[in-house]
């Protein structure tokens, strides 16, 4: 099986603008988990969807959002970006909500 | 308290050692634990599941589980150099509840 890909790998952006990351989870995977990576703040939880329904969402604030669409790739939106955006943003998928999840190799956000 | 903590690294053993990592976790309710090793720059490979008391065994790697005292820990056997890595802890949360991730412990394996 393929594994779980996400597109872009690398984005440079502007403090004020948006940003849409996307990921494709493993073939047959419900479930598709977003998590952002800081060398501060390790890795934390934005949110999960399943079968197209947020289910869990962490604490991040309203200017993240995302989508799960029927073939159930996921979409991850950050509206007026701000320099401490800047991580590596990684989608996870599994079979069923948050167990094996199985990472994909993240998409590098700088924010300038 | 956080949810989930790991021993403070970094570790270091030398080639051939045991490595052992451990977590705590505060939501006695939880079911299921994995444990993820992360290259630098790479992203976390799931390494181990466990989800009964006990002990699994994968190779050079066991993970131990007490509920009752709510640990969880990895051990590598034969450490060598290429298990040189981050290990993440993470625990699943009750029912469709989130996986709540450590900070990690950073384990370096001098040859």
């Known amino acids: 099986k393929a594994g779980v890909t996400q597109t872009p790998r690398y984005l440079i952006k502007t403090r004020g603008q948006q940003v849409t990351l996307s990921c494709s989870p493993i073939s047959g995977h419900r479930s598709v988990s977003w998590y952002q990576q800081t060398p501060g703040q390790g890795l934390q939880f934005l949110f999960e969807?399943?079968?197209?329904?947020?289910?869990n969402k962490g604490n991040f604030p309203g200017r993240f959002s995302g989508r799960q669409f029927s073939n159930s790739r996921s979409e991850m939106n950050v509206s007026t970006l701000e320099l401490g955006d800047s991580a590596l943003y990684l989608c996870a998928s599994s079979s069923t909500s948050f167990y094996e999840q199985f990472f994909g190799p993240g998409t590098r956000l700088t924010v300038l | 308290q956080k949810e989930v903590e790991q021993n403070s690294g970094p570790l270091s053993v030398p080639e051939g050692a045991i490595a052992s990592l451990n977590c705590t976790y505060s939501?006695?309710?939880?079911?299921?634990f994995f444990w993820y090793r992360q290259y630098s720059g790479k992203s976390p490979e799931l390494i181990m599941s466990?989800?009964?008391?006990g002990d699994k065994e994968d190779g050079r790697f066991t993970a131990q589980l007490n509920k009752a005292s709510q640990y969880v820990s990895l051990l590598i056997r034969d450490s060598q150099p290429s298990d040189s890595a981050t290990y993440l802890c993470a625990v699943k949360g009750t029912n469709a509840g989130k996986s709540t991730f450590g900070d990690g412990t950073t384990l370096t394996v001098k040859p």
């Open positions: 466990i989800y009964s008391n």
């Open positions: 939501d006695r309710g939880s079911q299921s």
């Open positions: 969807y399943f079968s197209e329904t947020q289910r």
